[in-house]
């Protein structure tokens, strides 16, 4: 079937112009035609043409109000407009551009160059099409995968939570589960980022006004935020003015997402000082302009990172973190869509400033008043990473029942799980309906936890219906709407509390101790949770910590202390102690080990100077309680995980590198039942061991001394090892490392002290995927050398004359890549080549020889100038080949290399070859090396009508043609090879 016609409409009030351009373009065009203003304007929009050319001057309304009609239409706007007419001044052009055209045709007309600027402009308008629907495609693609994953996830996040209430679990899977919640939480936010971004460009993020109450939205934001702070010495100070309104009229959703972007970016880029929340209120001219003020300390940014702050996918680093994602981008754009303003102020090493200026509508004159902003203002935090969080005791409640009221299954499902750890007899309803009916029917609960946002019949309501219905056992709200000096709210509608959601653990058991077991006293408590260490962990634990202490003890009496090469000792030793005392539960000297290793980065020397003595007390006491043990500990431990005898070659290999004696030991006592373990200490020590193995993956530590793991990342995917999957294991817990990790090219990243389950299963599905990855890779690479090798095989059947041309080629052109990339030569150029694609594809540099006669492809004697003539034709047509092959294919990298080497192989560099004429560089580098290759050949091998070369005289004619017939660059190369080229060829 032919390609649907592109459409031009002719507008002109004289028939001859309209014949003559119908002349010119009906052949390659559908034609429509209109003689006046208002006439074009009804085609266009019936027939959508692909151009329009207007004329200028006409009778009824002009070319400029026209275009300005069809601009001010949806259907027509983006219909490109080619103004005609006699008119010759340069400044009628410019009008017709300024108010719309895309370009502008003088009568009378060259047919050529109306032929040329239709073409033009139809070209443009399919790439913006093009352009168009591959965002489309994109954004759509974007939003499925979002609600597909985030159904699933949310489901995980919430099953985490309850199973991180179990105390009885091991403390290792218990942080395995943490850092599971923790990772869904952020990858939620970064899917609803997605999502919400692939709205926007899909123009589907609507903004919805509703009432809401500022300081619900104040007290949400502060919940949220706060927790990013983690172990940074931060102060978060939370400035409102007392008189702002309590009720507005606005997206309460949207407001939330620009205010949480906004802080959770303040926390990420300030490791050390402040962060200000202010709130405030100003007329405006519609209302209320709501004032939103983000400020923080830390490392502040240019002018031109300014600039660039608000773009999609822009990446650039600030202070140790790289990239700003899609957070902001989404800012701007929701800022946009809430006829917003957003202003930032910045200055490196100061800090930032984001202001935003929110339109909102009022609703009537409550102010948040003095006790409430108090209230709202006390949940600043300093420097939470030292806060204790107060342990959990849950009393056994074997005797309680409570009744679990929420419209979301997956609410209940966790509220469920909550309350499980205590005894409770637990029972739910799905509505406000059901709550009434099972009342109705008798049951009495010590506790209805009731959702306070349901459909048709909320909270609130049915808490009133049962009170009239004479139901007096307590009832407490759930809420995500809870904010301080809000409970009243609740109690006057007939609760007895509220908890806010997400549920508070600490909150939920202060309730059911209260309306529940004050009543009735059941059960024990049981003490029993003092964490469990492993016993073959203290070992190299120990030998771990007499090596830090000893390199603290030499750099706390060193006067070089302040060099970098010191600092960098330091911080690493304190860093390796960090994870060792995690790993073994000593929590508070790992925070204390942490704090030491931030001295050092940061170069505090009064902090390291002061500090640093008592942490070594702390340290040397506690090796005392665990026993100093023999140094030839680690020598016999690596003498069993490093065994080469007795294992099963079956079993997937696997490099573990760690500077750290207990890391070693505990991954590889974790992983040594189900892989082959091989344990080094540095990344020099993995080099020398890759020579002779080849590991199915590396678990690679980030802090090193010598070499740290980017390091050796940029090493290893530089050489021959590049392709085996490798996993960070680091105690570096911070995204911009974690993001550094996986652009060098790492398949996972996984904090220390890790879970065991999460690292074996994290291994499992790499190793998995890997291995599918490698199966199909190997499938294709077969399947594509099938295809390469039988074209050229049939090409070289029909083509008798020059047998074994194809394999010579073939190893002459590896032969001359290897040697080019070795000296440098076009280095940029063939950077992202895949070698062994390029040099297959190759082969296929003469497939249009298949079109060539027989009388002519075999010919035993010298071509006449036609025949040579038709012979010159197999380039063209190699290219014709190659193309269809792609477009039945798909945009293939070999097929695409394969379409160079036989289009441009006879180029010369000249510009005197075929089949383009190109000259010089603008030869294509495929087409340049081969015509080398394939002239060398040519010359040394016999042929019906010529003798065979010798290699010093095909050489000689090599060289003479240098800088006429080939690339001098490439020439000198060949030259320089020009042994082992000679060589190979005898071998054939």
């Known amino acids: ?432 309906f059901e709550t009434i009916d099972k009342v109705k029917s008798g049951k009495v609960y010590d506790v209805i936890f009731m959702d306070h946002m349901m459909p048709e019949l909320d909270g609130i309501e049915t808490t009133r219906q049962l009170r009239d219905l004479g139901y007096t056992a307590p009832i407490v709200a759930l809420t995500a709407n809870a904010v301080v000096g809000q409970a009243d709210v609740f109690l006057q509608s007939g609760f007895d509390d509220f908890i806010s959601k997400p549920i508070d653990v600490q909150r939920l058991n202060a309730v059911l101790n209260k309306l529940v077991r004050s009543k009735r006293p059941v059960g024990a408590i049981s003490n029993n949770n003092k964490p469990q260490v492993n016993p073959q962990f203290m070992k190299p634990f120990a030998r771990d910590i007499r090596k830090a202490v000893s390199i603290l003890e030499e750099l706390c009496q060193s006067r070089e202390l302040g060099t970098d090469k010191e600092l960098r000792r330091y911080t690493i030793a304190v860093h390796g102690m960090k994870s060792a005392l995690a790993n073994i539960g000593e929590k508070k000297l790992s925070a204390w080990a942490y704090k030491l290793e931030t001295g050092g980065r940061e170069r505090d020397l009064d902090l390291i100077t002061i500090s640093t003595p008592d942490f070594l007390n702390e340290m040397r006491i506690l090796l005392e309680k665990i026993r100093p043990e023999s140094e030839d500990d680690m020598e016999e431990y690596n003498s069993v995980y490093n065994r080469q005898e007795e294992e099963d070659p079956n079993k997937k290999m696997i490099f573990i590198v760690d500077d750290n004696d207990a890391n070693l030991t505990i991954v590889a006592s974790v992983l040594e039942e189900e892989y082959r373990v091989r344990i080094m200490p540095s990344a020099e020590r993995m080099f020398s061991l890759l020579e002779k193995n080849q590991p199915d993956m590396i678990l690679l530590d980030v802090e090193m001394p010598d070499m740290n793991g980017f390091e050796a990342m940029k090493k290893l995917k530089s050489g021959p090892h590049a392709q085996i999957p490798v996993i960070f294991i680091t105690g570096l817990t911070d995204v911009a490392n974690e993001i550094r990790g996986i652009e060098l090219g790492a398949v996972d990243f996984i904090t220390k002290p890790f879970s065991a389950l999460v690292l074996i299963n994290r291994i499992r599905n790499h190793l998995h995927i890997d291995n599918l990855i490698r199966k199909r890779t190997k499938e294709l690479e077969r399947l594509k050398n099938g295809i390469v090798y039988t074209l050229a095989d049939l090409v070289e059947n029909r083509d008798k004359n020059t047998g074994g041309h194809i394999d010579r080629t073939t190893v002459y052109m590896e032969i001359l890549i290897n040697a080019m990339l070795e000296r440098g030569v076009y280095i940029e150029e063939m950077r992202d080549w895949d070698l062994e694609s390029i040099i297959s594809s190759a082969r296929l540099h003469d497939v249009g020889k298949i079109v060539i006669p027989d009388s002519i492809l075999n010919k035993p004697g010298p071509l006449t100038q036609d025949e040579f003539e038709t012979m010159k034709m197999h380039a063209a047509a190699g290219e014709r080949i190659v193309d269809k092959a792609i477009q039945r294919t798909g945009n293939a990298d070999f097929l695409q290399n394969a379409k160079l080497f036989a289009t441009y192989h006879h180029e010369r560099w000249d510009g005197t070859g075929y089949s383009s004429g190109f000259k010089g560089t603008d030869i294509p580098l495929h087409g340049r090396i081969m015509a080398i290759i394939d002239v060398y050949d040519a010359l040394v091998s016999e042929r019906p009508y010529k003798k065979a070369l010798s290699h010093e005289k095909a050489m000689s004619i090599i060289l003479e043609n240098s800088g006429k017939h080939f690339d001098p660059l490439i020439v000198d190369v060949f030259d320089q090879v020009n042994e082992q080229i000679m060589a190979a060829g005898a071998k054939m």
Not at 246 to 256: F, N, Q, V
Not at 285 to 300: A, F, N, R, S, W
Request: with cysteine; net charge negative; glycine share 8%.
């Open 1 to 432: 079937m032919d390609k649907k016609k592109n459409s031009v409409l002719i507008v002109d009030d004289e028939n001859l112009n309209i014949m003559a351009l119908t002349h010119i373009l009906s052949a390659e065009y559908t034609i429509y035609a209109a003689k006046d203003g208002q006439a074009a304007i009804n085609a266009a929009e019936k027939h959508l043409p692909d151009v329009i050319l207007l004329d200028i001057v006409m009778p009824d309304m002009s070319g400029y109000e026209v275009v300005n009609l069809l601009k001010k239409n949806n259907r027509t706007q983006s219909i490109p407009v080619i103004f005609i007419s006699k008119l010759g001044d340069i400044g009628d052009e410019e009008k017709g551009l300024a108010v719309g055209a895309t370009d502008y045709i003088t009568k009378p007309f060259s047919a050529t160059l109306v032929k040329l600027r239709v073409l033009n402009q139809i070209k443009l308008i399919e790439r913006l099409r093009s352009t168009e629907k591959a965002s489309k495609a994109k954004s759509t693609f974007l939003a499925n995968m979002s609600h597909e994953i985030r159904t699933p996830m949310n489901a995980i996040w919430g099953i985490t939570e309850i199973l991180m209430q179990n105390e009885k679990l091991p403390k290792e899977t218990k942080e395995g589960l943490g850092k599971i919640h923790n990772s869904c939480d952020l990858l939620l936010g970064i899917i609803n980022d997605i999502l919400d971004f692939s709205k926007v460009e899909a123009g589907k993020l609507d903004v919805m006004p509703a009432q809401y109450n500022v300081a619900s939205l104040i007290n949400d934001s502060i919940h949220l935020n706060k927790i990013k702070i983690g172990d940074k010495p931060i102060e978060f100070e939370v400035q409102i003015d007392e008189n702002t309104p309590a009720k507005l009229i606005g997206d309460e959703y949207r407001i939330k997402q620009v205010l949480n972007n906004l802080l959770s970016n303040a926390f990420k880029y300030t490791d050390a000082g402040k962060v200000t929340l202010s709130v405030a209120s100003k007329p405006s001219k519609e209302g209320i302009m709501l004032v939103l003020g983000v400020q923080d300390t830390g490392y502040g940014m240019t002018q031109e990172q300014v600039s660039k702050l608000f773009d999609e996918y822009s990446r650039f680093s600030v202070g140790s973190i790289e990239g700003t994602g899609l957070g902001l981008a989404i800012t701007k754009r929701l800022v946009k869509l809430m006829e917003a303003a957003i202003h930032v102020e910045s200055e490196p090493g100061k800090g930032s400033q984001f202001t935003v200026l929110l339109p909102q509508g009022m609703v009537d004159g409550d102010i948040l008043g003095k006790e409430l902003v108090e209230n709202l203002r006390q949940f600043r935090s300093y420097y939470v990473g030292n806060e204790k969080k107060p342990k959990i005791i849950r009393e056994p409640m074997s005797c309680g029942s409570v009744l679990i009221v929420d419209d979301v299954e997956m609410n209940l499902f966790v509220a469920e799980g909550l309350m499980k750890p205590y005894g409770l007899q637990i029972d739910t309803a799905m509505s406000g």
